[in-house]
Each structure stands twice: as C-alpha cells, then as structure tokens.
Nanobody
C-alpha cells in the first residue's frame, strides 16, 4: 500500500510555469511506475505523463509533449511534473498515481493508487 500526496498547484497566467510534486509514503515508491493524470470540469480523466521505476522510460500525452517533463527522485520518494508554457486548456485537477505492474502504461485502469489531486488553473 502507498499513499500519495500532491502539491504545487495554483493559479498561473498563460505562458507561465508550475512544478507539481507527489510524495509517496508507505511502501517504497521505487516499487511503482508513476503517472500524472488530469481532469478538467465536465471531462473525463486523461493521461498526462508516466515514468518507469528507474526513471529511464517516460511517456507523454501529445498535448503536453515538449512542454511538460516528468521526473522522479526515489531517494525522496517524490515524483515531479514540471509544466512550462502553460495554456488555459491545461486547467484541471492533476492527480498522481502509482502502478505496481511491471509494464509502464498510459491507461487509467493500470494504476492502483491515487492521490487526492491538486488544482491547476491557467488564466488567459
């Protein structure tokens, strides 16, 4: 079992940057592939980025590729999402998730544990 707590959300103008953090407690975070997802009002939750246990493999949604960077520090049990060149359409609640399977994936159903989310609002 692992508990996930996100932080770093807030209000930012278009073109600005934010860095989200997700701290994992409980079982060692390096046991899990980690992902970031987001859910905008009235929309389904969608994949944003994922990173393998070692950090050697990353995946991104096309909508954030080149603007967002996922990384992890296993010594600190923390996963980060650096978000640059933010757009109003990036406005959403951002969730951190942990996947205990061996293959890195993009599907919401693969992820076993979820944080409570952090709000990101990008003004135009």
């Amino acid at each position: 079992q692992v508990q996930l707590i996100e932080s770093g959300g807030g209000l930012v103008q278009a073109g600005g940057s934010l860095r989200l953090s997700c701290v994992a407690s409980g079982r060692t975070s390096s046991w899990y592939n980690m992902g970031w997802f987001r859910q905008a009002p009235g929309k389904e939750r969608e994949f944003v980025a994922a990173i393998s246990r070692s950090g050697g493999t990353t995946y991104y949604a096309d909508s954030v590729k080149g603007r967002f960077t996922i990384s992890r520090d296993n010594a600190k049990s923390t996963v980060y999402l650096q978000m640059n060149s933010l757009k109003p359409e990036d406005t959403a609640v951002y969730y951190c998730a942990a996947d205990k399977s061996y293959s890195l994936g993009l599907s919401i159903g693969k992820y076993d544990y979820w944080g409570q989310g952090t709000q990101v609002t990008v003004s135009s």
